[in-house]
């Protein structure tokens, strides 16, 4: 799979908002303040992760069917990719 610029920069915001929480940390701010900050960069990790899954299986079904092999298997295999990433 070729990972475009869009992912990748997503990426990019996650370790920014990962360099905030650290900074946040090191003043010692509000532990609440932390937790949100944490539970943003997980759910924009897992929305990331849905994104390239998604792509990716876009572009293996679309091979197998001009392939004629059948995409069930792969299908499972994004949902396996899915429910390991939670």
Same mark, same amino acid.
């Given at each position: 799979?070729?990972?475009?610029?869009?992912? *990748?920069?997503?990426? =990019?915001?996650?370790? !920014?908002?990962?360099? !905030?929480? @650290? =900074?946040?940390?090191?003043? %010692?701010? %509000?532990?609440?303040?932390?937790?949100?900050? @944490?539970?943003?960069?997980?759910?924009?990790?897992?929305?990331?992760? !849905?994104?390239?899954?998604?792509?990716?299986?876009?572009?293996?079904?679309?091979?197998?069917?001009?392939? !004629?092999? %059948?995409?069930?298997?792969?299908? *499972?295999?994004?949902?396996?990719?899915?429910?390991?990433?939670?």
């Amino acid at each position: 799979m070729k990972y475009d610029d869009p992912i *990748k920069n997503r990426i =990019k915001r996650i370790e !920014g908002q990962i360099r !905030g929480i @650290l =900074k946040m940390m090191e003043e %010692d701010k %509000d532990c609440k303040d932390v937790i949100t900050q @944490l539970s943003a960069v997980k759910s924009a990790l897992d929305r990331t992760i !849905g994104v390239i899954v998604s792509s990716n299986l876009v572009d293996c079904v679309r091979n197998a069917n001009e392939n !004629g092999q %059948d995409a069930e298997d792969l299908v *499972k295999e994004a949902v396996n990719l899915l429910v390991k990433s939670r």
